[in-house]
């Protein structure tokens, strides 16, 4: 067995590498400035819930951006990233001109690189950990955009290469939910040589993928064109299909299944049971998200209804916040506005998302939490009392608590209110297996091989870490294939 | 694919279909309900099972006329396909062995409590329907209840069958006349909420079956909560019965008409094109 160093040291020693390293100096790379992602302009996006905003490098901008990275010997961005990209390995092959090399090395760790290149927090991950922001206090490489690249240019260059896959192994496996978590799964495991089968409970296929993420941020096309890779590698995909309510387990294993892994999420929206959350036009993110991603309720064609606010407040920070609130104002706010209970400094969201809110016209009201709705005689909201905060001790989270500021209330008019405060684990699976373990907090308990207390069952996602990432997810169902197959080879 | 084997209509707006769903006929109780979609751009609505046949594999949908989406499941033939079709969801009913039980349902309700009715029959307890509608061609199902009780009484608003009145008026001669142990009453929100007001007053422990609005079914967008005994619940997962005493119809009504104008201006488009193609 080679370590992670000595297999990245023998990658870094490759000819190649070595001749490209000399090609600039490096004053050269460290000057020249960070690329700038190329946008649809903000007023004009703001009219097209479907039209992404980031519009993705030029071969010109991605390779002098590839040419900033110093090809560390100490690559510190790798340790930022959840599935430990080779990332100076790919980066430098997009220096070189090796687009589909690039794409390659992505796609041994990453099952989903055009997803995570979109929306993996990188700042707060690989480029965190980047030496030009650790050691030179300079912008880093901008490695999600040139994660972005590589797997794009495979795509649209056509010559999608099909991983090999063993000779099939004839065991049937099952993957349950179809976020990231399960098609990485599903991904390793038909390479290994399964029967793989994802069990969906929608109608679509992707998770959060296609029901949360808008469009604008990340295209269901890109999804769907990954998806179709998984499907010609064999993947079997079943919608409409509840584990634990169209079958059981049981039934399930008496068709033959010798595996499981639960990828099922955190689905369960929470409200924050303060008077007048129930009435008309107070909707969980994951209701407004659904309807318009899901079921395409902003197009006249779909019949699902959406309903359209003046003056909407999304309340929350983080990304569901953000998705929200730019989706609103998609759908003809005139105010959009997030209410966030901590300062700016403290939002979960991707700092580009917050970025793109802004330009988009979003006002954010920090520092605020509602405190209760009114309405008009029909039951729609139109009105909401918000109170103050200032930040007191840092709590678990490690983030300054905000504490209520006395007598602080006020009124806002609102028509329409985004409540995108977290979510809770999915209880439909815990609830139909009374012998698996679960946290307090209703997640599945898993050990470091993502197994759970039934040796045939694996889990991972935010089932299992409440709500994370999508590359966390990919990560926790890689390695619960690894873990599965060694399980099912005994 | 979920192909339609059987097509009725029970009036001019309730239609039942049978419907191949092999999985679901086996796994269903009495008391669930599946989503389908009717096409690609369709809703997800919600109907109950009104009953199956698992050797058969089909399971059997009642559903009234109301909307863009029912329109558009009317409509389909026997031989199309459902787009989607997705269940069993929601608690089953809890049937055991109570005594006398009083089956209330309202108009297109009458379907869900079906397979209730029959459950509670088939577990030996004594059970008496009242079966309600506005006018006599809105009263379906009655031989299906009738086979599963002990006594069925009609009720119609304009007296053009059964005896005239609303559902509470029959429900109260019974009352009135035995010992009820438990109530339960399906139907029009309305109808279930002043159910509910007769059986508090005599304290008959009483379920309501909620038809809120709903999107995923699965608890994981909350478009369906009621607060039942001051806390909030999701019908799709919490229920769809719940103990009708507690529940808050005030607002359950309120949130029924969360999408009204939306609705009602798709309702008027799709008719306009249907009249401009005719
Ligand atoms: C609006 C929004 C924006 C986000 N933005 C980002 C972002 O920018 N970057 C980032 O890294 N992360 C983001 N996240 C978080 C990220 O999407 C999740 O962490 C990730 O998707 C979790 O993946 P998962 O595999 O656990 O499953 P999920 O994506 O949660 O999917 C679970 C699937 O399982 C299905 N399911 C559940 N129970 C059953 C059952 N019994 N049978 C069959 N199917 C079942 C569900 O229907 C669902 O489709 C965002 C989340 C949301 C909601
Ligand atoms: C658990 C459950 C079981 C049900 N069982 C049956 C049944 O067996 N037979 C039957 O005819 N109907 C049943 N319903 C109601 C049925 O789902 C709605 O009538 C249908 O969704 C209306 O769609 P539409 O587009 O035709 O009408 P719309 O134009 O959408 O709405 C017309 C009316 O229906 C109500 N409605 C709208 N959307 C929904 C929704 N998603 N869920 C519930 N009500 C809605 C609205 O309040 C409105 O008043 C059930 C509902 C639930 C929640
Ligand atoms: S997967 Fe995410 S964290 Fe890892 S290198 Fe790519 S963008 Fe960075
Ligand atoms: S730390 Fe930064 S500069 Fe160094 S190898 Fe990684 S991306 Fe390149
Ligand atoms: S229908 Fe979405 S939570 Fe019940």
């Given amino acids: 067995m080679t370590t992670l160093a000595e297999y990245l040291k023998e990658r870094r020693d490759q000819e190649w590498r070595a001749e490209l390293r000399k090609k600039l100096k490096g004053k050269e790379r460290t000057n020249i400035p960070r690329v700038k992602m190329p946008e649809v302009d903000p007023n004009e996006r703001v009219k097209f819930q479907n039209v992404e905003v980031n519009l993705g490098l030029s071969i010109e901008q991605a390779q002098r951006e590839a040419s900033r990275c110093m090809d560390c010997v100490n690559p510190t961005c790798i340790e930022g990233c959840p599935v430990q990209i080779n990332i100076p390995e790919f980066v430098k092959n997009i220096e070189r001109g090796e687009y589909g090399q690039a794409a390659s090395n992505l796609k041994l760790t990453s099952a989903l690189p055009a997803v995570c290149g979109r929306v993996c927090p990188q700042e707060k991950q690989c480029e965190e950990q980047c030496f030009y922001t650790l050691k030179l206090k300079k912008e880093p490489v901008a490695i999600g955009y040139l994660e972005r690249f590589a797997a794009d240019w495979e795509r649209e260059s056509g010559s999608v290469s099909v991983p090999e896959c063993a000779t099939k192994n004839g065991i049937k496996v099952a993957a349950i939910g179809s976020g990231p978590s399960s098609l990485s799964f599903a991904g390793d495991m038909i390479k290994l040589g399964y029967d793989v089968t994802v069990f969906e409970a929608l109608h679509e296929i992707g998770g959060v993928l296609k029901y949360g993420i808008p469009e604008f941020r990340l295209p269901n096309a890109t999804v769907d064109e990954e998806l179709e890779n998984l499907k010609q590698m064999g993947v079997k995909f079943e919608t409409n299909f509840i584990v634990g309510r169209t079958a059981s387990f049981d039934d399930l294993e008496k068709e033959g299944y010798k595996g499981f892994f639960v990828g099922s999420g955190a689905g369960l929206p929470r409200f924050m049971n303060i008077p007048g959350e129930n009435y008309n036009g107070i909707l969980s993110s994951n209701e407004y998200l659904t309807r318009v991603n899901l079921m395409g309720a902003a197009d006249d064609k779909f019949d699902t209804p959406v309903l359209r606010g003046k003056n909407v407040a999304v309340i929350g920070g983080g990304n569901t916040a953000m998705d929200s609130v730019r989706t609103a104002k998609r759908l003809g706010a005139e105010r959009s506005i997030i209410v966030y209970r901590r300062s700016r400094v403290e939002m979960p969201a991707r700092v580009e998302e917050v970025k793109h809110a802004e330009e988009e016209g979003i006002e954010f009201m920090n520092l605020a939490n509602p405190v209760e709705y009114f309405a008009d005689e029909n039951g729609r909201v139109n009105r909401m009392r918000v109170q103050y905060m200032e930040l007191g001790e840092p709590d678990a989270s490690g983030r300054r608590r905000p504490v209520p500021i006395e007598g602080s209330e006020k009124d806002i008019d609102v028509d329409l209110v985004i409540v995108a405060v977290g979510v809770s684990p999915n209880p439909l699976i815990p609830a139909c297996l009374p012998d698996l373990k679960v946290s307090r907090w209703g997640t599945i308990e898993v050990g470091d091989n993502m197994q759970s207390s039934i040796p045939v069952i694996f889990a991972g996602g935010d089932i299992v870490r409440g709500g994370a990432t999508v590359i966390l997810a990919m990560g926790d169902g890689r390695n619960a294939a690894q873990s599965m197959h060694e399980y099912l080879s005994k | ?278």
């Fill in chain 2, 1 to 278: 694919m979920n192909r339609i084997v059987e097509k009725e209509f029970f009036s001019e707006n309730v239609v039942k279909l049978v419907v191949e769903a092999p999985k679901i006929a086996k796994a269903r109780k009495p008391g669930n309900f599946i989503i389908l979609r009717v096409s690609k751009e369709g809703e997800r609505i919600p109907l109950t099972i009104a009953s199956a046949d698992e050797d058969k594999g089909t399971i059997t949908l009642i559903a009234q006329k109301v909307g863009v989406s029912t329109e558009k499941l009317a409509k389909m033939e026997v031989g199309d396909s459902l787009h989607d079709l997705v269940g069993p969801l929601g608690k089953a009913t809890e049937i055991h062995k109570v005594g006398t039980i009083l089956a209330c349902g309202g108009g297109v309700g009458v379907a869900p409590l079906l397979p209730i009715v029959e459950g509670y029959k088939k577990a030996g307890n004594r059970v008496i329907s009242v079966l309600a509608a506005r006018s006599k061609d809105l009263i379906i199902l009655e031989d299906e209840i009738r086979k599963w009780s002990d006594e069925v009484i009609v009720m119609t608003d304009d007296g053009s069958y059964g005896k005239k009145g609303l559902v509470t008026q029959g429900a109260e001669e019974i009352i009135n006349r035995e010992k009820i142990d438990e109530c339960i009453a399906i139907g029009p929100a309305i109808m279930m909420k002043f159910t509910a007001l007769l059986t508090k007053k005599y304290n008959i422990p009483t379920q309501a079956s909620l038809n809120s609005i709903m999107v995923d079914g699965t608890g994981m967008c909350g478009a369906c909560r009621v607060t039942v005994g001051g806390k909030t619940k999701f019908t799709c997962v919490d229920g769809p019965e719940f103990d009708a005493h507690q529940i808050d119809f005030d607002e359950m009504l309120m949130r029924l008409g969360g999408y009204s104008e939306e609705e009602k201006k798709a309702y008027e488009e799709f008719m306009n094109r249907l009249n401009l193609q005719a």
